[in-house]
């Protein structure tokens, strides 16, 4: 009796952990995977970080000599074997002026095309709708030459505001598409509220539609700009006076340089490139998290 008694008493002490452990088991699986596989990412940035505050890294990966000499780009320019690069401030104004400008434009016009593709009833919509993805499909590496016929024919070859053009071109159709979801969640009943109120279309729109859709013109403002301050394959191509030259152009032409640049150096000006999106999304990360995709009410 003792034995079982003490047997019993010891099933029910560990069959609790034994449960608990089971409902823990899919937990820890699940962050042991995501673990694993951001692992090799995080290591990436913090080697980045480490590597531009070093003069030298022991084994690849330990930082030696703290220095900021690595970061002397940031009062005076790069010279390397007798060539002076840009100023970085030079290339930040650019960046943020081509960034800014890509997403009022590419706002301005992706809200209104969503709206119209959401609200109005012409011939052809079905068919637009279709096109508009297939445009926004293509890549752009498949477009450089007829661009580049196309902005030499108007004068805006070697110019930001050519590139800026082209580069809203591109990304107007999903921004287009995306937008006109958030409009698809807007019942009929409000428009038709204002309507009978007396207010007119554009009213309608202005102030009763477009408040209604906040957290889609905050989702396409932000992807838009991260867009803008990433891209790389127009401005290298259309960009060739240093007078315009951008972040990613800057960096790309000091890891083509024929000298030997160092890693130092690399990395400093890649955080460096880094920083505003940081501070980019840590101002924007209250949109981000309430982001929701729209739409599915039909075509």
Request: net charge positive; hydrophobic share 55%.
């Amino acid at each position: 009796m003792d034995i079982s008694y003490r047997g019993e008493v010891r099933s029910q002490v560990s069959f609790p952990k034994a449960l608990k452990w089971k409902k823990r088991m899919p937990y820890i699986v699940a962050y042991g995977v995501l673990f694993i596989t951001t692992l090799p990412v995080i290591l990436m940035y913090l080697w980045l970080l480490l590597n531009s505050f070093s003069s030298q890294m022991k084994y690849g990966f330990i930082p030696v000599n703290f220095t900021l000499d690595n970061w002397r780009f940031l009062w005076t320019n790069v010279e390397i074997a007798g060539s002076v690069y840009p100023s970085i401030w030079l290339a930040t104004w650019n960046s943020l002026v081509f960034a800014g400008v890509l997403t009022i434009l590419e706002v301005i016009i992706g809200v209104m095309a969503g709206f119209a593709l959401s609200r109005l009833r012409f011939p052809g919509r079905h068919g637009l709708l279709k096109i508009t993805l297939i445009l926004h499909a293509f890549p752009s590496i498949a477009l450089l030459i007829a661009v580049f016929y196309i902005l030499n024919f108007l004068g805006l070859f070697d110019t930001l505001w050519g590139v800026v053009l082209v580069k809203t071109a591109l990304q107007i159709p999903l921004t287009a598409w995306i937008i006109k979801g958030f409009f698809d969640d807007v019942p009929w009943d409000v428009e038709w509220a204002g309507l009978i109120d007396g207010c007119n279309r554009f009213k309608v729109w202005y102030s009763i539609v477009l408040p209604l859709v906040k957290p889609g013109i905050a989702a396409v403002c932000i992807f838009s700009f991260l867009s803008g301050w990433s891209e790389f394959l127009l401005l290298y191509t259309f960009i060739i006076s240093d007078s315009n030259i951008t972040l990613a152009t800057y960096l790309q032409k000091l890891l083509s340089d024929p000298n030997l640049v160092p890693y130092g150096l690399l990395t400093a000006v890649s955080v460096f490139y880094m920083l505003p999106v940081i501070v980019f999304f840590i101002l924007t990360q209250k949109s981000l998290m309430h982001m929701h995709a729209g739409g599915g009410k039909g075509v």
